[in-house]
């Protein structure tokens, strides 16, 4: 069967709504769907809802987000009972949480699980869409909405050798579920990014012996997580919905102020004394995550400040002169990817069971029946940990075959880099809708508060169009492309331009073949805020709207299972 068997225009939908994914932005998705009254159905590859948080379940996974902000805003009750015991939360105080939230709204009633979507075609004469699952069913909707996720696609290098490896390899976001003991083992760990940062302190704890396998070395801030009682937690309580719309304003998506000092007009000892302070609070991030002018993500001094203080740190912390320098990044600056924080990460170098392998100045060449071969030397382990990331921002949308009006799918459309219209939709891809699309904020932020304030923005446009008599919603290519040129000249106004020196994920340079170039918008989350309520006074101008034509509509009407 193939999806051109699909029922002939004209057919019933099955569903007004059909939403790929259940994690943060699917359950939101599936509650603002709800309430206009849409017929909804999701579908995630995954046995339980979570997205990111039901896969990463890696010794160590945490949000980098403080917990108390890194809830949703529509189960107001729910966040003034749940008590966070973690200024972090771990994956299972996430997962558990976002488990109430779903049971809470009944949410499971309209999820599929375990079921895959395969294929997506938009056919223009009923103006459907036609979805293939795994399992051979379509599913035939108004609204296709891929709230698949950023970091979705896990990535395993490509290394000669890894089916012969005779001991256990685990990639960190596809974490078995059943607990995984370390003890007594001798594990590498192949990446140093944000995941990294957080296995190798925990497993080293357990292992016999742990070898970091480290390419670019990362600047890594402490995370500085501390235990979190209820009365810690009530001020913030008290106060969600003004720091929620705080959030929404922020440049990160949390409602803290950027810091209001110049770095580089202070004194030396006034700046030191400032960023040992915060260094011990968890708030040197702050000077590397807005985007106001005298920030170091726009003025190269203060961010070389920022850099310099961060460098001496590692050599103050690693014991060992020569580990401390193979760690020390230079050549980029701080900040340009997302800031890495750490519970003990370069104390963990000072243990005896750990050690350090530059794969720079020692390339991994193949795997070997019991551990991995460098050029130079041979590391026999028991177990392989690949903390070594995503095809990031588009590979959850690329890795899907959807079709769009020229039959052109979403990787042969983005062959010369991805393009959206406000991270949200594409032209020729008619009532596709993307949350945390490439040209949108998403991951320079708290997420939770960026795929809220893009279905808000999607949910108003419907809404709105529909009270026109109008179901078919398209960006125009003109404002898609003129959007595009915008999200070039902010990154390229700020030194995210820099970020293919670090190999940052945000430009694809992480992933062969991969087309390089800056992905996420730059702005900050309140601007973007702005820019959407612009977009939305002005008749949401760049989307073209219409109606579908009228034609036999037979409600619900069973499709053959199968394939
Ligand atoms: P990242 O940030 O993409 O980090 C992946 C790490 O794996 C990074 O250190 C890579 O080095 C390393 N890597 C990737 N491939 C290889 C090979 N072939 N050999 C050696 N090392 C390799 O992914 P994370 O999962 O840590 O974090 C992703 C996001 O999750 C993060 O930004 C937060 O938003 C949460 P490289 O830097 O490319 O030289």
């Given at each position: 069967m193939t999806l051109h068997d699909a029922p002939a225009a004209g057919a019933g939908l099955d569903v007004d709504a059909l939403v790929i994914g259940a994690g943060?932005?699917?359950?939101?998705?599936?509650?603002?769907?709800?309430?206009?009254?849409?017929?909804?159905?999701?579908?995630?590859?995954?046995?339980?809802?979570?997205?990111?948080?039901?896969?990463?379940?890696?010794?160590g996974a945490r949000c980098?987000?403080?917990?108390?902000?890194?809830?949703?805003?529509?189960?107001p009750e729910l966040n003034q009972k749940w008590q966070w015991t973690e200024r972090f939360g771990t994956h299972e105080a996430i997962r558990a949480y976002m488990e109430e939230v779903a049971r809470q709204e009944d949410m499971h009633r309209d999820i599929s699980f375990e079921t895959t979507l395969v294929a997506a075609d938009w056919d223009e004469g009923s103006a459907t869409w036609t979805s293939m699952t795994d399992a051979g069913e379509r599913i035939?909707?108004?609204?296709?909405?891929?709230?698949?996720?950023?970091?979705?696609?896990?990535?395993?290098?490509?290394?000669?050798g890894l089916g012969g490896f005779k001991g256990r390899w685990f990639h960190t976001g596809r974490w078995p579920h059943e607990p995984v003991g370390f003890t007594g083992r001798r594990v590498a760990v192949i990446g140093t990014g944000s995941t990294g940062v957080q296995v190798i302190p925990v497993v080293a704890q357990d292992a016999a012996e742990t070898i970091v396998f480290q390419r670019t070395p990362k600047f890594v801030l402490p995370a500085v997580n501390v235990p979190m009682t209820e009365e810690d937690a009530r001020p913030v309580k008290e106060m969600y919905p003004a720091l929620r719309k705080a959030a929404r304003r922020g440049d990160y998506g949390t409602p803290f102020p950027p810091p209001a000092e110049h770095l580089d007009e202070m004194s030396v000892q006034d700046r030191e004394t400032l960023l040992e302070d915060l260094y011990t609070k968890g708030g040197v991030g702050s000077f590397v995550v807005s985007y106001h002018d005298h920030l170091g993500l726009k003025k190269q001094e203060v961010n070389d400040i920022v850099a310099d203080f961060v460098r001496k740190k590692i050599r103050e912390t690693v014991d060992d002169p020569a580990t401390a320098e193979t760690m020390t990044p230079y050549g980029y600056p701080i900040g340009i990817n997302r800031i890495i924080i750490g519970t003990d990460y370069y104390e963990t170098f000072n243990r005896d069971n750990v050690r350090l392998h530059s794969v720079l100045d020692d390339p991994i060449v193949?795997?070997?029946?019991?551990?991995?071969r460098t050029q130079n030397a041979e590391f026999e382990v028991d177990d392989i940990i690949f903390a070594t990331g995503y095809d990031g921002m588009t590979g959850?949308?690329?890795?899907?075959?959807?079709?769009?009006?020229?039959?052109?799918?979403?990787?042969?459309?983005?062959?010369?880099?991805?393009s959206t219209y406000l991270g949200l939709q594409m032209a020729d891809f008619p009532n596709l809708f993307l949350i945390t699309g490439p040209g949108g904020p998403s991951v320079l932020s708290n997420v939770i508060t960026t795929t809220e304030q893009s279905i808000d923005f999607l949910m108003g446009l419907i809404e709105h169009a529909r009270a026109d008599g109008l179901d078919v919603i398209e960006a125009d290519a003109d404002a898609e492309r003129r959007w595009m040129e915008h999200v070039a000249d902010v990154a390229q106004g700020s030194?995210?331009?820099d970020s293919y020196k670090a190999n940052s994920w945000y430009t694809g340079l992480n992933v062969p073949g991969k087309k390089v170039v800056f992905m996420p918008y730059a702005g900050g989350v309140g601007t973007f805020e702005t820019i959407l309520e612009d977009v939305t006074a002005d008749d949401y101008r760049g989307f073209r709207r219409s109606a579908a034509a009228r034609t036999e509509v037979v409600p619900d009407q069973p499709q053959p299972a199968g394939g």
């Open positions: 943060f932005a699917g359950m939101y998705q599936l509650y603002r769907l709800r309430k206009l009254g849409l017929r909804t159905r999701v579908l995630d590859r995954a046995a339980g809802i979570g997205g990111t948080w039901y896969w990463n379940r890696y010794p980098d987000i403080p917990s108390l902000f890194y809830t949703v805003s529509y189960t035939r909707s108004r609204y296709l909405i891929m709230a698949t996720g950023a970091l979705s696609e896990s990535r395993v290098p490509d290394l000669p193949e795997v070997t029946a019991t551990g991995l959850s949308f690329t890795s899907v075959d959807v079709r769009g009006r020229t039959g052109k799918t979403i990787r042969e459309y983005w062959a010369d880099g991805p030194l995210y331009r």
